[in-house]
């Protein structure tokens, strides 16, 4: 069975600061890895993807993430946090049950002036 | 084009009631997935169809059902609903072909209140 686990329901940056939410998987099969980011009263945007093309993937608003096979993680990424950031990070797996997508718990990201 | 549509999106239900919601997919799209957001479960996978069948289906009681439409909308139906039903619901779209796993795009939700 595939599992996704988020490592810190809240994360704090200060506004300019490095964004990095961590996200570890498990799955049987070769992975599909997505980030989606969540705004208040709103629905799942996608961020970005992993196929098993390049291992680095760029998403929208300047973040990236990682695959790392032998870590089984594929953290997001950030150089430089804006205000605007400030929402709740979902990353999620599929593969293992087909079109299933099975979500960490989320991470809500908040970010100081 | 146009995105997920989901309607309504905020109902209030009394126990024991039932509540069908709708969604439409992107144009294209036949995959049709549901999930239900709760703050104590997270995001959870209901059910998915194709093509007007259930390809996959989740771990929640028969009182959740669905169903697709040749047009590939889709209705969720929950019968005698009960307080922890209170969720909000999500249906999701993809291409999904044969057997394949595919980018899925979020509706808005629909924000459902029983009390």
């Known amino acids: 069975a595939q599992s996704v686990t988020q490592l810190g329901s809240h994360v704090s940056v200060s506004e300019g600061a490095l964004v990095l939410l961590r996200c570890y998987y498990s799955?049987?099969?070769?992975?599909?890895l997505f980030w989606y980011v969540q705004y208040p009263n709103q629905g799942l945007q996608l961020l970005l993807k992993?196929?098993?093309?390049?291992?680095l993937v760029k998403g929208i608003n300047g973040f990236e993430a990682e695959f790392k096979k032998s870590e089984t993680s594929f953290h997001l990424t950030k150089p430089s946090a804006h205000m605007s950031d400030a929402a709740e990070y979902f990353c999620?797996?599929?593969?293992?049950?087909?079109?299933?997508?099975?979500f960490g718990g989320g991470t809500r990201l908040m970010v100081k002036p | 084009k146009a995105g997920v549509t989901q309607t309504p999106r905020y109902l209030i239900k009394t126990r024991g009631q039932q509540v069908t919601l709708s969604c439409s997919p992107i144009s294209g799209h036949r995959s049709v997935s549901w999930y239900q957001q709760t703050p104590g479960q997270g995001l959870q996978f209901l059910f998915e169809y194709f093509s007007e069948t259930q390809r996959n289906k989740g771990n929640f009681p028969g009182r959740f059902s669905g169903r697709q439409f040749s047009n590939s909308r889709s209705e969720m139906n929950v019968s005698t609903l009960e307080l922890g039903d209170s969720a909000l619901y999500l249906c999701?779209?993809?291409?999904?072909?044969?057997?394949?796993?595919?980018?899925?795009?979020f509706g808005p939700g629909t924000r459902l209140t029983v009390l």
């Open positions: 999701a779209s993809s291409l999904a072909y044969e057997g394949r796993t595919d980018t899925q795009y």
């Open positions: 799955s049987s099969v070769p992975p599909y």
């Open positions: 999620a797996v599929s593969g293992d049950a087909g079109n299933m997508l099975t």
């Open positions: 992993y196929t098993s093309a390049a291992t």
